[in-house]
């Protein structure tokens, strides 16, 4: 059931599921047969009328099969997608993983999901159908352990799907004899309006005196949830008895539509139409331009956009607050700012009716020049003190991003009054908008999806000037990073050539700095060195300080590697500085893990270490997947030359789980590789193979946020080393020791009077609980842990 009062639906469980925030009223039936369905099939779909609740099922289900999935239940919102260009990017987006791979994002998902017991639950995809279903086919046979979960208006039409149909809610018996209050009380659609309506109205009950109105509302609804809780809603001003009568007309108005149309559409979109009668004229109008947002916005988003003719600046507040009390816009929480959202079926309606005024074209331009406005004020303010506000701003609104450079890149700017080519000025916003987002792109989920408006930007927009030098050589880290070298090599001399015919020294810095990334990448340390020192010479020049601690990032590890110790520490120390005179922290934490790199090779553990969690400290609370890989790298590095292998070995594991989410192992750092080799290969060697895997697999186990919290040692003292949980149950391990004394299993089960197919398997599950093939490895298994008893 669809929730139309909400602090926030946006707080994230562990594992993928936005956190319930009103209570989940019946359709135990369907739960039960949905959790049936997916024990027998790998794709299930549930379908039913807009507003019947489907959503808030999938979630219960999810919630209720979650302890089933080792890898999670994850939720992809697709109401949002106006086309199918981004669906796979969306999945890829949902399940958090960092896009820095260059692969198309089907194939990213497939790789990543293909060793997975996951559950996708895929909402909202009627106007996506043929695009899901060929997703979910290509998803269900490369990955033989995820299974999916679908909304939609209609089934997917893959074969062995179970499809679902969500009624409308059970309504209170009509006629006589009466059924009793206790009775009436237990009909989920009059427990759910009490419910909803207590939210608004905390005095609200249903009494012998009213108990008939309330019935009558939720028969006149049809039993849908969503209407029931816009009916509720209105409590805050009408009476249940005024609802009624309302609902009585209106209904009686509008049931003359088509009879081609399920009557239930019909009553959702008179209880809307109803809504939309309630509002003032100017309330009406904001509603309409309001729908222009996706996934939500924030009152001066409101102000600028949805301002103008009819609605003055200074009235958008006071029509805001009246939207949230009519129930039309949801209120949200988010850290120190509000939002406001409306339920999907609400904005579409708005949508329309902004459709038919002629006006959509002139609001979704004034809505991309807000975000590209946005995108290039962050870009202003990146050095400074605003920087994680602004870093967490673009997430919220990533939604609306997107919205934007479609408009500039789609349909509009290619087949608009302007020709085949589009409008060059759409265009030219488009690239320069997504080359002002390269930190939103880089420090977030979104590498992907960034290289590719890039890409599509710079084959649509061709001329040879500033705006084109500058998304070639932002698109050229985006590359590194995605270790596509030969493509950001291409980008970068074509930068080069335009900064040398323009004389611009500031395109000239950063094609510098880039091309050293690459030098670097390939092994020519010492070309690297000379690439750096020319652009961190030009960036001083230009005065441009982030291009200035690029510089001095990369040119100190460079120096590092080399072995020039002391310059390498001396630049870093320059770094810092600069970063802590504008109050900077993205790349001072940058700037703390190239020194602590030098630290830990100058054999000062203890500075190195405190270095390398000061940094993480910070990428992890930016969520920032790349930097807090190359720290918990330098993190195993210092537990292996501390002796404390097996930390060093859960550390190894934990990098398996992030660099797979980011694309590559030490993506755009590739010359510190044999510092990884090294470790592994000395942590291997002291504790030996089977105890080597097993701590790795316990590390790759820890979720993203786990492995942070392991790295950083803030929930215990940093020498105490955890103690092993038993990963087998005591049968299992009776069993695993029987087959280290050679036992077979016709053996095992006699000596245990059990089945012999019991016994069988037991064993399989021993063997994939250890990650192990054959007998042999488990009799090695059981010697280690033996040994490992007695030296405790």
Known sequence: MTAVTASSTRRRRPNGLPAEVTSFVGRRHEVAAARQAL??????????????????????????????????????????????????????????????????????????????????????????????????????????????????RQALGIAGEQALTVPTLPLPADGEPRESLDTLLRSDAVRLFAERARAVLPTFTVTEENRDVVAAICRHVDGLPLA????????????????????????????????????????????IDWSHALCSEQERLLWERAAVFTDGFALPSAEEVCAGPGIARGDVV??????????????????????????????????DRLAASGQEDTLRRRHRDHYRALAARVRSELFGPAQVACF????????????????????????GEHGEHGDPDDIAAGIEMATDLLYHWITSYYLGEGRRWLDQGLATYTEPDEIRARALWANSWLAIIQADMPAATTMLKESRGIGERLQDESILGYAALFSGMVAMSDGRAETAVKLYE???ARHADTQDPVGRTLSLIRLSLAHSFLGNSSLAISLAEDCIAVCDAHDEGWHRAYTSMALGVEEWRRDNVERATELEKQSLRFNGSLGDALGSGVNLEVLAWIAADQKRYRRAAR????????????????????????????????????????????????????????ALAYGLEEDRPAEEEPAEPAPLTRRETEIARLVAQGMTNKEIA?????????????????LTKLGFNSRSQIAVWVGEQARASSEA
Not at 228 to 257: H, K, P
Not at 394 to 410: D, K, P, V
Not at 675 to 704: I, M, N, Q, W
């Open 39 to 152: 024990s027998e099939s790998r794709s299930v779909t549930l379908t039913g009328a807009g507003g019947v609740g489907k959503t808030r099922l999938a979630l219960r289900v999810g919630e209720e099969v979650a302890r089933a999935f080792r890898d999670g239940v994850w939720l992809v919102e697709l109401a949002a997608l106006d086309g199918p260009g981004l669906l796979a990017q969306t999945v890829v987006e949902a399940l958090e993983i960092r896009g820095s791979s260059a692969s198309e994002p089907l194939r990213v998902l497939t790789d990543h999901l293909h060793d997975k017991q996951a559950l996708l639950i895929l909402d909202n995809c009627e106007h996506l159908v043929k695009e899901c279903a060929v997703l979910v086919e290509r998803l269900l046979r490369a990955a033989p352990e995820v299974r999916v979960l679908a909304t939609s």
């Open 228 to 271: 029931i809780e816009l009916a509720a809603a209105r409590l805050r001003a009408l009476s249940a008895q005024q609802i009624l009568d309302l609902l009585d007309d209106r209904f009686r108005l509008l049931t003359a539509g088509s009879p081609a149309v399920l009557p239930r559409h019909q009553t959702l979109r008179a209880l």
């Open 318 to 351: 006071d029509l805001v607050i009246g939207l949230v009390d009519k129930s039309i816009l949801i209120r949200e929480e988010h850290q120190q700012d509000v939002r406001y959202r409306m339920l999907d079926t609400i904005r579409q309606y708005g949508r």
């Open 392 to 415: 967490t701003r673009l997430h919220l609104e990533h939604a609306n991003l997107r919205a934007a450079l479609e408009y500039s890149f789609g349909e509009h700017a290619e087949h």
């Open 534 to 536: 020319d652009a961190l």
């Open 651 to 706: 550390l190894l594991g934990c990098l398996m789980t992030v660099w797979r989410s980011v694309g590559a192992p030490l993506s755009g750092y590739g010359h510190l590789a044999g510092y990884h080799d090294d470790c592994e290969a000395r942590t291997r060697k002291a504790l030996g193979e089977p105890a080597f895997t097993a701590a790795v697999r316990r590390g790759a186990r820890l979720s993203y946020d786990e």
């Open 750 to 766: 006699a000596s245990l009077v059990i089945a012999q197919r019991t016994a069988e398997g037991h064993i399989e599950h021993i």
